[in-house]
């Protein structure tokens, strides 16, 4: 079975035991995306995919801030699946019209680009906060946590340049991977940095020596992380202490 799933504008909506079997090697593939829809469940589904598996979205650029339909109280759990090319739960990189109070709870991503990405972009405004993603187990994937700052993707030239995302928030806990290749990559905005990050018992293994993170313009907080994290999460920063919804 071959589907694609791709909502806008929905509410009150729960997708439940679907499973979704898109070729592993074709773009645009996302298994399932919530586009400016609210109270949203997704969950005990199976994915295989040359995108997103469940990527959440909100609009590109001008056109997302026009409309103004942010997605919220998003809640994702028990996905299960691979994507060679993508991530197993994506955050944008269309988020313009703002996302927030996203829940995913047991992830599990095997032979994958990577398990979590959040991704935003120069023009595309808007927000992304208070996200909480805790219970990922990860086999064999290339970049296991991934923050990105788009690559110059727009939908024509007429985007605001001075329309900076806001992210902050961003709690992730209880993760294990094995046969990670690298370190986490967190790079956020120039002038616009990712505020209260909050890792918590992370455990990535796998790593060839050094095993350095990358981060950029991101600050928050790290504890029980193995590999030892960027300094940008060492520096006493309070994500854990402001992190949406879990205790501690
Ligand atoms: C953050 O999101 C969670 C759902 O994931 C929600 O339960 C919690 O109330 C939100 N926190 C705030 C401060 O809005
Ligand atoms: C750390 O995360 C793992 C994997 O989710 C979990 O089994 C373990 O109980 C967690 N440890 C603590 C102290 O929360």
Not at 157 to 177: H, N, Q, T
Not at 189 to 214: K, Q, Y
Request: negative net charge.
């Amino acid at each position: 079975m071959v589907t694609l799933d791709l909502f806008f504008f929905l509410s009150d909506v729960v997708i439940k035991g679907v499973t979704i079997l898109a070729p592993l090697h074709s773009p645009n593939t996302d298994g399932i995306d919530p586009d400016s829809s609210t109270n949203v469940c997704i969950e005990d589904c199976y994915i295989e995919s040359g995108d997103d598996l469940v990527a959440v979205k909100s609009g590109w650029d001008q056109f997302g801030t026009s409309v103004a339909r942010p997605s919220s109280n998003i809640v994702i759990r028990r996905l299960s699946g691979t994507t060679p090319t993508c991530s197993g739960v994506g955050i944008g990189s269309e988020m313009s019209g703002g996302v927030s109070d996203v829940l995913v709870e047991d992830l599990h991503v095997r032979d994958s680009a990577t398990a979590v990405r959040i991704k935003t972009d120069r023009g595309r405004g808007g927000y992304i906060l208070n996200i909480t993603i805790r219970g990922v187990a990860m086999e064999r994937v290339r970049v296991p946590i991934r923050f990105s700052r788009g690559a110059n993707d727009h939908p024509d030239g007429a985007y605001d340049r001075s329309a900076l995302p806001r992210v902050s928030r961003i709690e992730i806990s209880d993760v294990v991977g094995v046969g990670v290749e690298k370190a986490p990559v967190l790079e956020g905005l120039e002038g616009a940095r990712f505020e209260g990050v909050c890792m918590r018992n992370v455990s990535l293994r796998g790593i060839s020596p050094p095993a350095e993170w990358r981060c950029e313009y991101v600050a928050g907080e790290a504890v029980d992380v193995f590999p030892t994290p960027c300094e940008a999460l060492r520096r006493g920063g309070s994500g854990c202490a402001r992190g949406g919804g879990t205790p501690g």
